[in-house]
């Protein structure tokens, strides 16, 4: 494990030098937000026939990106991880949330409703490219490192195959009630 820490450092510490941009963190911080990918994904379920009806399927993907949020902050909180703008830039931030990196929730939700819609929906598999842009925007910006983005991946995707199963054998019962 200690090869991983060494990795993410190493990393951190040369997207620092070559990528970091105070100006382009700033731009990255404000669009890789989920209200974002909600201004995407809430007019799409409302106008596309594969989410009928949307007064399940919408609180189905929120219930799942719910639990995975809820599961990341416990584990940020056991693992209590400083961010590489702590431990890389040195930056102090007052803000409770800053504190921890491991796992990265943008990198879990946003792949817990990408497997949700693609699998279980049937959407188009272009949405997990919402979820590479939100992990790589976390590692530019310097608020995770590597492991914490692909932590938070495994975790969202797990919990989604989790969804994709309860949805397969509940969803029949559910539209027909």
Request: aromatic share 16%.
């Amino acid at each position: 494990m200690n090869w991983i820490g060494t990795f993410d450092i190493k990393l951190s510490t040369w997207i620092q030098k070559h990528l970091h941009h105070k100006h382009l963190s700033w731009i990255l911080s404000r669009i890789n937000r989920g209200e974002m990918f909600a201004l995407v994904l809430l007019p799409l379920m409302f106008l596309s026939d594969l989410y009928k009806p949307v007064y399940l399927s919408l609180p189905f993907v929120l219930v799942f990106t719910y639990l995975t949020d809820r599961l990341v902050l416990v584990l940020k909180k056991y693992f209590a991880r400083k961010r590489p703008l702590v431990s890389v830039m040195g930056k102090v931030d007052s803000n409770p949330d800053m504190k921890h990196s491991f796992p990265s929730a943008h990198s879990a939700n946003s792949i817990v409703v990408a497997t949700i819609l693609v699998f279980a929906f049937k959407e188009t598999p272009y949405f997990f490219f919402f979820s590479l842009f939100a992990g790589v925007g976390r590692l530019i910006t310097l608020h995770h490192f590597v492991s914490d983005i692909v932590g938070g991946w495994m975790i969202g995707f797990s919990i989604g195959l989790v969804a994709v199963t309860v949805h397969y054998f509940l969803w029949p019962i559910l539209v027909t009630l």
